[in-house]
């Protein structure tokens, strides 16, 4: 674990540009099953992660034949796709989980991240309730 940088790149892809879909999860998952999907449906390479304990709380004890196991964590990974159609490549950022305390450090990690290998436009996805019938303008 690095206390001074959570991030960790494992791959340095050779990015000329590209842009970057952050997804978390939200109401229904959707942002995250859509992130997914495309990640699968592009075959995109992972390349790095953001180490989770700065970020998120081990929450209980998983215990498996009498033996206690090392705490589950969410994790938050980045993926990479090389477009062979365009000059403008796809980064993915999936995360499990919204950390309860430090999102904005969190994003401040994907955001670091999208400016370390040049991202021209940032996406992001997640879903939230809104009091407004789906018909209307906002």
Request: with cysteine.
């Amino acid at each position: 674990m690095n206390m001074e940088d959570p991030v960790i790149i494992y791959k340095e892809p050779n990015i000329k540009s590209c842009d970057l879909l952050a997804a978390w999860p939200g109401i229904g998952n959707v942002a995250l099953i859509i992130a997914k999907y495309i990640k699968d449906k592009l075959g995109a390479e992972e390349i790095g992660e953001i180490e989770p304990f700065d970020f998120f709380d081990p929450i209980g004890v998983m215990v498996k034949n009498n033996i206690i196991e090392a705490p589950q964590f969410p994790e938050s990974k980045f993926y990479y796709w090389h477009n062979p159609k365009s000059e403008r490549d796809l980064l993915l950022f999936i995360g499990d989980e919204q950390p309860g305390i430090k999102g904005y450090e969190l994003a401040h990690c994907v955001l670091d991240v999208a400016q370390r290998f040049k991202a021209k436009r940032v996406y992001t996805c997640a879903a939230a309730i809104a009091r407004i019938h789906h018909t209307e303008q906002p």
